[in-house]
């Protein structure tokens, strides 16, 4: 099931991220986080925090190719579980 199906306050915010980062064409780090200022590098993976620091989408970036993976979409708690671990 879709995370927006379950937190449905959700999607809006989710498909606004999804726009931004379609429309971006971001070199590295810093050009990311000049346009999407709620993003931290943790680890291996990119956090952007979504909805008003209610939701994180984690994901992994290759910069060099243009791609992005979603790991995991989550929300603030899950997040907060899920970072302990890492």
Do not use: C
Not at 49 to 64: E, L, T
């Amino acid at each position: 099931m879709s995370f927006a199906k379950v937190h449905r306050l959700a999607g809006k915010p989710l498909q606004a991220w999804r726009k931004a980062i379609e429309a971006g064409d971001f070199a590295n780090f810093s050009e990311l986080k000049a346009i999407m200022n709620a993003t931290d590098r943790v680890g291996d993976f990119y956090v952007f925090d979504i909805g008003r620091n209610k939701y994180r989408i984690v994901a992994a970036i290759h910069f060099n190719r243009q791609m992005l993976f979603v790991r995991h979409v989550l929300t603030h708690a899950e997040y907060d579980r899920w970072s302990s671990r890492q």
